[in-house]
Nanobody
Framework: QVQLVESGGGLVQAGGSLRLSCAAS????????MGWFRQAPGKEREFVAT????????YYADSVKGRFTISRDNAKNTVYLQMNSLKPEDTAVYYC?????????????????WGQGTQVTVSS
């Protein structure tokens, strides 16, 4: 079992930056790929970014490419999402998730464990 807890969400003006953190429990953090997803009001949950178990590969949704950066620190059991040049359309609840595989996964169906989510609101 893996428990995930997100933090770092909040209110920020358009063009600003925010850094989300996701802390994982247990001693097998490096066995999981990690992903970030988001869900805006009235929309389905969508893929944002993912990183493989050792941090060797990353992949981003087109909507955030060049603005967001995913990283992980396995010694701290933590994954991060650095969000720059934020836009109002980035407003959503952001979720951290863990997947027990070694490839790149963009579908939420692949992910086994999920955090509770953290709200990000970008004002214009």
């Amino acid at each position: 079992q893996v428990q995930l807890v997100e933090s770092g969400g909040g209110l920020v003006q358009a063009g600003g930056s925010l850094r989300l953190s996701c802390a994982a429990s247990g001693r097998a953090f490096s066995s999981y790929g990690m992903g970030w997803f988001r869900q805006a009001p009235g929309k389905e949950r969508e893929f944002v970014a993912t990183i493989t178990r050792t941090g060797g590969s990353t992949y981003y949704a087109d909507s955030v490419k060049g603005r967001f950066t995913i990283s992980r620190d396995n010694a701290k059991n933590t994954v991060y999402l650095q969000m720059n040049s934020l836009k109002p359309e980035d407003t959503a609840v952001y979720y951290c998730a863990a997947v027990p595989g070694g490839a790149i996964y963009v579908s939420p169906i692949a992910y086994k464990y999920w955090g509770q989510g953290t709200q990000v609101t970008v004002s214009s």
